[in-house]
């Protein structure tokens, strides 16, 4: 259900003004007619790929050759490509500011905090690619990082882009098997991690698996300070310098860019790796490079010296795409650590000490804080803040009014969803649309995306699958360890020919916006009926009784039946008269066929590292099949609540 009046309404100010209404002025010149609204712009932004990243990439003032031809063989996905001709520097992209304004702000809990000018990270950036390059690291070598959030991490990053190296990254919390089992796969010439983060107040010491990761890919290590002994760690290492000892070596001097192609490889990504060894999924600078810039110019309206925020960890691709805020000139906000150390105001105290323009987090971040009680819309000047999103899972429409409730009501507020598997978002944010409760407010532009029936036919109003009908600049230039290019087409082109099948359950709704439903590998299927999880979730954890939950389909009597576990506040106990009310919340707010068949209390709920629920492990260990990879979840003991349960053997 949606409600009849918006959360938020664009003003006039916006509507004429903002980015993305001054590119939509200009596109009415290219297109030859006028575009009226978003529903314009976008179906011209589809129609004519070709002059809409073109004009993405001048009028967002992308650096480098664009090349005579912007699009070849646009009607096949796997064989289009974008400015086949172009070339480009990602770094260069992202270090085009100079002077003394902040380019980066730091805070590591209450432990750690400090800024950089954009001067200091040039000078850094500088450093560590001559450090680098002596190294011998250049176009196509793999540098990995197991970094926290911090400005290190960018700046090696941005040497690595520099010089055409592969990037890719992971928080320091992963275990010894989970970094082993992306970074092993890539093999990677240099190896960056920390000496020890902070967590909850804890010092967390990374030195042992630091020593054992090592050791596995025989890679030089560099180690950065940050809570540790980095010169001790270094120097256990057969091949272990500090990062400060590599800086000291170099004195800062002018930058070089190599120029790349377009489609040159700038990230390896993984998947979550829950049901195996994650995929290494490979993207672009050219194609990250526009994507990040039409999101954050156009969809986001950042702009030059804005400060923009994600609560996110280096294992997430929330912080390549954060990171690309750069490019627009704005200053970046990092934060790692827990979010609710010392209590659940820290992130707000930072977004009002740095006047956050944006701030971005997850759904489960603002659900906790809902129900943890905080209201930041009575507690902290959030004035300068115009524009929060959610992503990691759908924000439940409890979620949406809460934002307006608790947090600001004058927020625009941006539900975002699209992932890993194309480094950015399929859905997104509209400026010019009004927000609607429960609802993402439409598709980006450039993205043919649409949802369709198990038979590949359009439909708005019902469930199916989210789509993309043409090819476009960031999908992925391969799978690592895929010659053949066999796991990338099993992955997204298997389901539909020539259309990328995204995996989620999603609907339009009558305002043309999106609703995603979770996972469509995870839709749940009793009696024949597709359902998606999040229809479920957005009942039980409107219930102060509920912290959290997790859904899954049983086979049962040649059938599937739904089970439904709940994690609890803390104190309560799932007995007859909760079950009624869980049970009660769902019928009414959902369906009678969303009511689940069992109802199970687990004292915890398996998540990977950026927070989300992990579904299809939990369907493995009920069913007795093992889950391969448990290094990818942040919580791996939880999975052995769900094995052999009696509640369950009847």
């Known amino acids: 259900m949606t409600s009849e009046m918006p959360l938020w309404t664009p003003s006039a100010e916006i509507l004429e003004k903002s980015p993305m209404a001054l590119f939509m002025k200009a596109a009415s010149g290219r297109a030859g007619r006028t575009l009226a609204g978003y529903d314009d712009l976008h ?23 664009k090349g005579a031809v912007a699009l070849e063989n646009g009607e096949r996905m796997l064989e289009a490509r974008f400015f086949p001709e172009g070339r480009l520097n990602f770094a260069e992209n992202l270090l085009r500011k100079t002077g003394s304004g902040d380019a980066i702000v730091f805070r590591g809990e ?10 200091d990270l040039r ?14 690291i250049g176009e196509g070598d793999r540098v990995a990082a197991m970094m926290p959030n911090m400005p290190e991490t960018i700046a090696c990053m941005l040497a690595a882009a520099s010089l055409g190296a592969i990037w890719s990254s992971c928080s320091p919390d992963f275990g010894e098997q989970g970094v082993l089992d992306r970074f092993g796969q890539i093999e990677p010439k240099l190896f960056i991690t920390c000496d020890a983060y902070w967590y909850a107040g804890k010092l967390q010491d990374v030195s042992a698996k630091v020593k054992a990761v090592a050791g596995r890919l025989g890679a030089p290590v560099v180690v950065v300070h940050y809570a540790g002994d980095a010169e001790a760690l ?31 490889p700038l990230y390896i990504l993984f998947s979550s790796g829950t049901t195996g060894v994650p995929k290494c999924i490979v993207h672009s600078a050219g194609g990250t490079l526009l994507q990040h810039l039409k999101e954050h110019n156009l969809h986001c309206g950042l702009v030059e010296g804005e400060r923009l925020f994600y609560f996110t960890t280096c294992g997430w691709m929330m912080w390549n795409w954060l990171v690309s805020g750069l490019a627009v000139g704005a200053t970046l906000c990092l934060f790692d650590g827990s979010p609710f150390h010392p209590d659940g105001n820290v992130l707000f105290d930072y977004a009002q000490a740095e006047r956050f323009a944006v701030f971005g987090t997850s759904a489960k971040y603002i659900d906790a804080v809902r129900k943890g009680g905080f209201t930041p819309r009575t507690t902290h000047d959030l004035s300068s803040l115009r524009l929060l999103t959610s992503t990691g899972s759908p ?43 429960g609802e993402i407010q439409g598709p980006g532009l450039g993205l043919a995306m649409d949802v369709w029936d198990e038979d590949g036919r359009p439909v708005r109003g019902e469930k199916g699958e989210l789509v993309c009908t043409k090819a476009f600049p960031s999908m992925p230039v391969m799978f690592w360890n895929d010659p053949d290019g066999a ?29 995603i439903h979770g996972r469509s590998d995870a839709t749940l299927n009793p009696g024949g009926v597709r359902i998606g999880t999040a229809e479920i979730y957005n009942q039980v954890e409107q219930l102060e009784e509920v912290a959290e939950a997790l859904c899954i389909g049983q086979d049962w009597d040649d059938d599937v039946r739904v089970v439904l576990f709940v994690r609890l506040a803390p104190g309560k106990v799932l007995d007859e008269a909760l079950e009624k009310t869980i049970r009660t919340k769902i019928r009414t707010g959902a369906s009678p066929r969303h009511v689940p068949a069992k109802i199970v209390q687990v004292a915890d709920i398996p998540r990977t590292k950026s927070g989300k629920i992990v579904e299809l492990a939990v369907r493995e260990v009920v069913h007795g099949r093992p889950v391969k990879n448990k290094e990818a979840l942040a919580n791996p003991e939880a999975l052995e609540l769900f094995a052999g349960l009696a509640a369950l053997e009847s």
Request: net charge negative; hydrophobic share 45%.
């Open 43 to 65: 179906a011209w932004s589809v129609e004519d790929r070709a002059g809409f990243w073109t004009m993405v990439w001048d009028e967002c003032g992308a650096i480098g050759e």
């Open 110 to 119: 209450d432990k750690v905090s400090y800024r950089w000018s954009w001067d």
């Open 123 to 136: 000078d850094r950036v500088s450093k560590l690619q001559q450090a680098f390059s002596a190294m011998g």
């Open 234 to 264: 270094a120097a256990a290492l057969p091949d272990g310098r500090t990062l400060d000892t590599l800086l000291a070596a170099h004195e800062a001097k002018p930058l070089a860019f190599a120029q790349l192609p377009f489609r040159h």
């Open 395 to 437: 924000l439940s429409p409890e979620g949406f009014s809460f934002v307006y409730e608790g947090i600001k009501p004058d927020v625009q507020l941006a539900s975002i969803s699209g992932g890993t598997d194309i480094v950015s978002c399929f859905v997104l944010g509209v400026p010019l649309r009004p927000v609607w409760r």
């Open 487 to 515: 796991k990338y087409r099993a992955a997204y082109f298997e389901r539909f020919d020539n259309i990328w099948c995204h995996g989620d359950f999603a609907e339009w709704t009558r305002h043309d916006g999106i609703i």
